[in-house]
RNA sequence: GCCCGGAUGGCGGAACUGGUAGACGCGCUGGACUUAAAAUCCAGUGGACAUUUUGUCCUUGGGGGUUCAAGUCCCCCUCCGGGUACCA
């Protein structure tokens, strides 16, 4: 008979309820210990498997924790903003709301459903106004703010310096003085624009082949009035924080990549003839001397002031083009460059050359200053561009580590250098500039001290990360708390007026031309100041990740009226000590969080300069799927097994199994539903854990929770039969010692999140159980608690079988005794050059000589060594023994 | 292109700072129980060869190397996954 597994699931999820056993309050006499989930977006398709692969990595440590003596925080929500739910309610007129508030529900009830000790008093929801009224407060906090370049530090804005003339030229002046500092700013943006969805994309939100990443269609080029966060400003902040976290190192490096700062130089070239000057970025100062022509970017204010009136014609038709080709053809994999000569030379400061300006679309605006210095025999890019128009290539640097024949043609210019070498046709007389002989690093070090002493550039730094744009035309998302004013001033609305509630409207869809649904709103809209002015209420609405950059405070103290947070609970809770979540997260909700974070922090909000000490990243859960021998994907229905090969069940045809990403079309989407009705909670939860790694991608399979399921039965069975147990002391030496080796192990491995292994050593402790028959209530007593954060009603159920009040959630997790790990004697594995030959066992305290002594004396080794002497052995105590011979 | 990560039996996966490769689970084979099946229990199970037994050889994607000893460290290569991309 198995397990009722369903009867003992219901009645201690209801105990739990009833008990209240999760609610906690923070204590400052305990330990703390928070511990949080990314929380979900709540679709209307439920929960996958894949959600309770983080849910219940977290859960067992959260358990694990409280049985440790912290007080554990381990709280969950909802990130319930977002476009389906909108959709949905322009096809059927449903309010996002109602949509959403059922979506909710459904999640929580299959949540409940695996026994996740979540303290749902603290459930919060971005789409509640009691929530969105502090996501709207922070974001005046932002426009509120300015950053500090000097302490590298955000600051209110009435602390901003005010230069003299600016105050002098009356209050507009210091206010827009003020609005280029702010760290959310109003603008005009090119932006990227989404005609399928009519909404604006942030750059992360555009996929390589120029598609919205959310619909797949492709997205073009707007200029368009947008709200922008000057995430850039704390680059360097974000960049060095990352140091500090136990994070995964592939995390952070994505992180590095994408705020991708780098170290060089800028240089400003005079124009010919021009009074103006082109301002360049570039890593590699040391290369001016290569410089043979230079490259202003189609959107460069000076594209136009230095074409030539008889380029006029060619340069306005590249522009156009330009403009036109960022929208569609800019990803291009064969991206032949292209690009047309202004007519008008600059200066190369290092030696007077005069070298001619191109513009070319292969120099971008977003970056460094739109502008660069072509050193084509040592970029690559460069390269290209100057043999396709035939400027000249001119090679400074012998190259070091070439081949021969490669370093031949580079010191002609048929080929391009990138890596480091000696410096030739590097001096100049007259600017008395010489680097020749140096090597990269001298080279760069030298051109920048010239640089500056002639006043010709400087030091620099540059970062790849770009403000970030955030505002949407969406009506399911924050409203701005923003006014238009009809004179063209902006302003907040008052603190006191927060939250700033979405309307209900009758029409949710957007318009055409980058409206957002807003501008239906009616009366919700226009606004009269107290002196008569009139003014109209910010349209657009707060993108997604608004809600989820601050979630993890807001659990700290969800009910506060007053205030965002008690400063207290959150210096006591923060910062979060364990975060699990999909790695699709690494960047840019990771950063957005942090960026904001930083900020609250630089104001005095929050008590830590990072909000998660440690990050881990779970798997995807993949599925088997099938595939002919031509690569054509096969239904899942559609095959059938064999011996252990696949065959199609009408063609017959042999298929190949492979491991893909779940879907509806492949019919191999697994529903936790079903797997609970099957099996039960806990053998969900086991399994998922048991399936590998908790950062591996791993293929669901059928068996595999079969197995799960067949040893919580033996579990069951085992130590709820009172036959099997007597009382008092474990009187076994073994099977004392499996057990305090299966406490240990299961303590590490929870510490170091490798439950895979956590469970495969609690099925060798019930293997050796149900091999000796018999154990003592000690004995069940400790494995049942060690067993209770993975499988906590089976344990719970044992729990109270064994004669204990509830609930286990409280019991003391046991303490492993040393005493009862120790060996006296091993069995040594004897090897010979390397070769294992035979076993042989000795005490564990047995000196090394005495050790060889043996080894020698044992009649099997003889054979090894076939009469000659051994030139050395190597004895590793409680390990190997090895005889060279 | 660049930056990460990975490759271990028929399958999912173990293996601490280099020290008995294949833990644990699945599957498979044989056996017990049963009228029978399921469930359960017991035994076996990397490959090849040999065998009455003791056994021998091979094996962690491929090739080199360091070492008494390599799945683990170093160099080169192949394939797979993720990220990113005219970033100057």
């Given at each position: 008979?198995?397990?009722?597994?369903?009867?003992?699931?219901?009645?201690?999820q209801?105990?739990?309820?009833?008990?209240?056993?999760?609610?906690?309050?923070?204590?400052?006499?305990?330990?703390?210990?928070?511990?949080?989930?990314?929380?979900?977006?709540?679709?209307?398709?439920?929960?996958?498997?894949?959600?309770?692969?983080?849910?219940?990595a977290?859960?067992?440590?959260?358990?694990?924790?409280?049985?440790?003596?912290?007080?554990?925080?381990?709280?969950?929500?909802?990130?319930?903003?977002?476009?389906?739910?909108?959709?949905?309610?322009?096809?059927?007129?449903?309010?996002?709301?109602?949509?959403?508030?059922?979506?909710?529900?459904?999640?929580r009830?299959?949540?409940?459903?695996?026994?996740?000790?979540?303290?749902?008093?603290?459930?919060?929801?971005?789409?509640?106004?009691?929530?969105?009224?502090?996501?709207?407060?922070?974001?005046?906090?932002?426009?509120?703010?300015?950053f500090?370049?000097?302490?590298?530090?955000?600051?209110?804005?009435?602390?901003?310096?005010?230069?003299?003339?600016?105050?002098?030229?009356?209050?507009?002046?210091?206010?827009?003085?003020?609005?280029?500092?702010?760290?959310?700013?109003?603008?005009?943006?090119?932006?990227?624009?989404?005609?399928?969805?009519?909404?604006?994309?942030?750059?992360?939100?555009?996929?390589?082949?120029?598609?919205h990443e959310?619909?797949?269609?492709?997205?073009?080029?707007?200029?368009?009035k947008?709200?922008m966060?000057?995430?850039?400003?704390?680059?360097?902040?974000?960049?060095?924080?990352?140091?500090?976290?136990?994070?995964?190192?592939?995390?952070?490096?994505?992180?590095?990549?994408?705020?991708?700062?780098?170290?060089?130089?800028?240089?400003?070239?005079?124009?010919?003839?021009?009074?103006?000057?082109?301002?360049?970025?570039?890593?590699?100062?040391?290369?001016?001397?290569?410089?043979?022509?230079?490259?202003?970017?189609?959107?460069?204010?000076?594209?136009?002031?230095?074409?030539?009136?008889?380029?006029?014609?060619?340069?306005?038709?590249?522009?156009?083009?330009?403009?036109?080709?960022?929208?569609?053809?800019?990803?291009?994999?064969?991206?032949?460059?292209?690009?047309?000569?202004?007519?008008?030379?600059?200066?190369?400061?290092?030696?007077?050359?005069?070298?001619?300006?191109?513009?070319?679309?292969?120099?971008?605006?977003?970056?460094?200053?739109?502008?660069?210095?072509?050193?084509?025999?040592?970029?690559?890019?460069?390269?290209?561009?100057?043999?396709?128009?035939?400027?000249?290539?001119?090679?400074?640097?012998?190259?070091?580590?070439?081949?021969?024949e490669?370093?031949?043609?580079?010191?002609?210019?048929?080929?391009?250098?990138?890596?480091?070498?000696?410096?030739?046709?590097?001096?100049?007389?007259?600017?008395?500039?010489?680097?020749?002989?140096?090597?990269?690093?001298?080279?760069?070090?030298?051109?920048?001290?010239?640089?500056?002493?002639?006043?010709?550039?400087?030091?620099?730094?540059?970062?790849?990360?770009?403000?970030?744009?955030?505002?949407?035309?969406?009506?399911?998302?924050?409203?701005?708390?923003?006014?238009?004013?009809?004179?063209?001033?902006?302003?907040?609305?008052?603190?006191?007026?927060?939250?700033?509630?979405?309307?209900?409207?009758?029409n949710?869809?957007?318009?055409?031309?980058?409206?957002?649904?807003?501008?239906?709103?009616?009366?919700?809209?226009?606004v009269t100041?107290?002196?008569?002015?009139?003014?109209?209420?910010?349209?657009?609405?707060?993108?997604?990740?608004?809600?989820?950059?601050?979630?993890?405070?807001?659990?700290?103290?969800p009910?506060?009226?007053?205030?965002?947070?008690?400063?207290?609970?959150?210096?006591?809770?923060?910062?979060?000590?364990?975060?699990?979540?999909?790695?699709?997260?690494?960047?840019?909700?990771?950063?957005y969080?942090r960026?904001?974070?930083?900020?609250?922090?630089?104001?005095?909000?929050?008590?830590?300069?990072?909000?998660?000490?440690?990050?881990?990243?779970?798997?995807?859960?993949?599925?088997?799927a099938?595939?002919?021998a031509?690569?054509?994907?096969?239904?899942?229905?559609?095959?059938?097994?064999?011996?252990?090969?696949?065959?199609?069940?009408?063609?017959?045809?042999?298929?190949?199994?492979?491991?893909?990403?779940?879907?509806?079309?492949?019919?191999?989407?697994?529903?936790?539903?079903?797997?609970?009705?099957?099996?039960?909670?806990?053998?969900?939860?086991?399994?998922?854990?048991?399936?590998?790694?908790?950062?591996?991608?791993?293929?669901?399979?059928?068996?595999?929770?079969?197995?799960?399921?067949?040893?919580?039965?033996?579990?069951?069975?085992?130590?709820?039969?009172p036959?099997?147990?007597?009382?008092?002391?474990?009187?076994?030496?073994?099977?004392?010692k499996?057990?305090?080796?299966?406490?240990?192990?299961?303590e590490?491995?929870?510490?170091?999140?490798r439950?895979?292994?956590?469970?495969?050593?609690?099925?060798?402790?019930?293997?050796?159980?149900?091999k000796?028959?018999?154990?003592?209530?000690?004995?069940?007593?400790?494995?049942?608690?060690?067993?209770?954060?993975?499988?906590?009603?089976?344990?719970?159920?044992?729990?109270?079988?064994?004669?204990?009040?509830?609930?286990?959630?409280?019991?003391?997790?046991?303490?492993?005794?040393?005493?009862?790990?120790?060996e006296?004697?091993?069995?040594?594995?004897?090897?010979?050059?390397?070769?294992?030959?035979?076993?042989?066992?000795?005490?564990?305290d047995?000196?090394?000589?005495?050790?060889?002594?043996?080894?020698?004396?044992d009649?099997?080794?003889?054979?090894?060594?076939?009469?000659?002497?051994?030139?050395?052995?190597?004895?590793?105590?409680?390990?190997?023994?090895?005889?060279?011979?």
């Open positions: 008979m198995d397990y009722n597994f369903r009867e003992i699931e219901n009645k201690w209801d105990y739990w309820e009833r008990d209240k056993t999760w609610q906690v309050e923070a204590d400052p006499a305990l330990p703390k210990y928070y511990v949080l989930d990314m929380f979900p977006y709540p679709s209307g398709a439920g929960l996958h498997v894949g959600h309770p692969e983080g849910y219940t977290t859960d067992i440590v959260a358990r694990y924790k409280r049985m440790k003596g912290y007080n554990v925080l381990h709280p969950m929500g909802w990130d319930a903003f977002g476009l389906p739910a909108e959709q949905y309610a322009i096809q059927t007129g449903t309010h996002p709301s109602i949509t959403t508030r059922r979506n909710c529900d459904t999640f009830k299959q949540i409940k459903a695996l026994g996740l000790g979540y303290d749902w008093n603290r459930e919060i929801n971005t789409t509640d106004p009691a929530y969105y009224k502090w996501t709207q407060w922070i974001f005046m906090k932002l426009y509120n703010t300015w500090d370049d000097q302490r590298q530090k955000g600051r209110p804005i009435d602390e901003l310096p005010i230069p003299a003339e600016i105050a002098a030229a009356g209050k507009k002046a210091v206010r827009e003085y003020q609005n280029a500092r702010r760290l959310a700013y109003y603008a005009d943006a090119q932006v990227w624009w989404c005609s399928h969805c009519h909404i604006v994309c942030a750059n992360e939100e555009v996929l390589n082949d120029g598609t959310k619909c797949g269609h492709i997205v073009t080029r707007r200029v368009l947008q709200w966060l000057r995430i850039s400003q704390y680059a360097e902040r974000l960049l060095e924080g990352l140091n500090s976290l136990d994070w995964p190192e592939g995390v952070k490096d994505m992180q590095r990549n994408w705020i991708g700062k780098s170290t060089g130089a800028e240089v400003e070239f005079p124009v010919k003839n021009h009074e103006h000057k082109i301002r360049v970025f570039t890593t590699r100062p040391d290369t001016l001397f290569g410089a043979t022509y230079m490259v202003l970017s189609p959107e460069h204010p000076l594209a136009d002031p230095l074409t030539v009136p008889e380029q006029k014609e060619t340069i306005r038709a590249y522009l156009e083009e330009a403009s036109k080709k960022s929208d569609l053809d800019r990803t291009d994999l064969a991206r032949e460059k292209t690009g047309v000569f202004t007519g008008s030379y600059a200066m190369n400061p290092v030696n007077g050359e005069k070298i001619p300006i191109w513009i070319a679309d292969y120099v971008l605006m977003g970056y460094g200053t739109g502008a660069i210095m072509a050193v084509p025999a040592h970029d690559t890019r460069d390269f290209e561009f100057a043999v396709k128009f035939n400027l000249p290539i001119r090679c400074i640097m012998d190259p070091m580590g070439a081949a021969p490669e370093r031949e043609q580079i010191l002609k210019g048929k080929a391009c250098w990138t890596e480091d070498g000696r410096y030739i046709h590097s001096a100049d007389p007259l600017s008395g500039l010489d680097i020749n002989g140096l090597n990269k690093d001298q080279g760069i070090e030298t051109t920048i001290r010239w640089l500056e002493r002639k006043q010709y550039g400087r030091k620099a730094v540059n970062y790849k990360l770009r403000d970030w744009l955030f505002s949407r035309q969406r009506y399911w998302g924050e409203p701005f708390p923003v006014i238009h004013w009809e004179d063209g001033e902006i302003s907040l609305i008052n603190e006191s007026e927060l939250p700033l509630v979405l309307p209900e409207l009758e949710y869809q957007p318009g055409e031309h980058g409206e957002s649904p807003l501008a239906n709103a009616g009366d919700w809209l226009e100041g107290k002196d008569g002015r009139k003014g109209r209420r910010e349209t657009n609405t707060m993108p997604q990740w608004a809600g989820s950059c601050w979630y993890y405070l807001r659990y700290i103290d009910h506060n009226r007053e205030r965002i947070f008690d400063p207290g609970k959150e210096a006591y809770w923060m910062p979060v000590d364990l975060y699990i979540g999909g790695a699709e997260h690494s960047v840019l909700h990771l950063l969080a960026f904001w974070h930083k900020v609250l922090y630089d104001l005095g909000i929050v008590s830590t300069d990072e909000p998660f000490r440690k990050l881990f990243n779970q798997g995807m859960i993949l599925a088997y099938y595939e002919t031509s690569g054509a994907k096969v239904p899942s229905n559609l095959v059938e097994e064999k011996d252990g090969r696949f065959f199609h069940t009408e063609t017959g045809e042999e298929l190949k199994q492979i491991v893909a990403k779940m879907s509806k079309s492949l019919k191999n989407v697994v529903n936790p539903d079903d797997v609970i009705k099957n099996y039960g909670a806990d053998s969900m939860r086991l399994y998922e854990m048991f399936m590998g790694p908790l950062d591996a991608a791993k293929p669901w399979s059928e068996n595999g929770i079969k197995g799960v399921y067949h040893f919580l039965n033996r579990v069951y069975r085992f130590f709820s039969s036959e099997n147990l007597y009382n008092g002391e474990e009187k076994n030496e073994n099977i004392l499996v057990l305090h080796q299966t406490i240990r192990k299961v590490n491995d929870i510490e170091g999140l439950f895979n292994t956590a469970v495969s050593q609690m099925m060798i402790f019930t293997n050796a159980c149900i000796k028959g018999k154990v003592s209530r000690d004995t069940a007593s400790a494995f049942v608690r060690v067993l209770s954060p993975f499988a906590p009603h089976v344990a719970e159920e044992l729990w109270e079988r064994l004669g204990n009040p509830p609930s286990v959630v409280d019991a003391e997790f046991p303490a492993f005794n040393e005493e009862y790990l120790k006296d004697r091993f069995e040594y594995p004897v090897s010979f050059n390397g070769k294992l030959r035979f076993k042989l066992e000795l005490p564990v047995m000196e090394e000589n005495r050790i060889r002594e043996a080894v020698l004396n009649e099997r080794s003889a054979r090894w060594l076939n009469g000659k002497k051994p030139r050395k052995i190597i004895v590793v105590p409680k390990r190997i023994i090895n005889v060279v011979v």
